[in-house]
Nanobody, 125 residues
Framework: QLQLVESGGGLVQPGGSLRLSCAAS????????IGWFRQAPGKEREGVSCISSSGGSTNYADSVKGRFTISRDNAKNTVYLQMNSLKPEDTAVYYC??????????????????WGQGTQVTVSS
């Protein structure tokens, strides 16, 4: 059974950092593009950052460029999202998702097939 599990969320002060992890089980991530998405209360789910299956291509939303870094360790079957200089507007539930048979790093929500349950990130003083 294909499963993605996010971890690393929590409460952090503005300007702080968190690292989210997305661990896969039941399949190998080697042939899947992976994306991080977020959904704040009352808002639509949006793409934050995505990475190609090889790791050679990445994509970031304008709102997080220069602050967030996506990476993957296929040997550990895990994808990471390092989030620095966090702002209150980054508060949301963060999800990771996977799509197979796609070699790019675009982040349209409907394209991604397999989703984790999400992890809450709250940025507040």
């Amino acid at each position: 059974q294909l499963q993605l599990v996010e971890s690393g969320g929590g409460l952090v002060q503005p300007g702080g950092s968190l690292r989210l992890s997305c661990a896969a089980s039941g399949f190998t991530l080697d042939y899947y593009a992976i994306g991080w998405f977020r959904q704040a209360p009352g808002k639509e789910r949006e793409g934050v950052s995505c990475i190609s299956s090889s790791g050679g291509s990445t994509n970031y939303a304008d709102s997080v460029k220069g602050r967030f870094t996506i990476s993957r360790d296929n040997a550990k079957n895990t994808v990471y999202l390092q989030m620095n200089s966090l702002k209150p507007e980054d508060t949301a539930v963060y999800y990771c998702a996977a799509v197979g048979g796609y070699w790019g790093s675009s982040c349209p929500v409907p394209m991604y097939d397999y989703w984790g349950q999400g992890t809450q990130v709250t940025v507040s003083s």
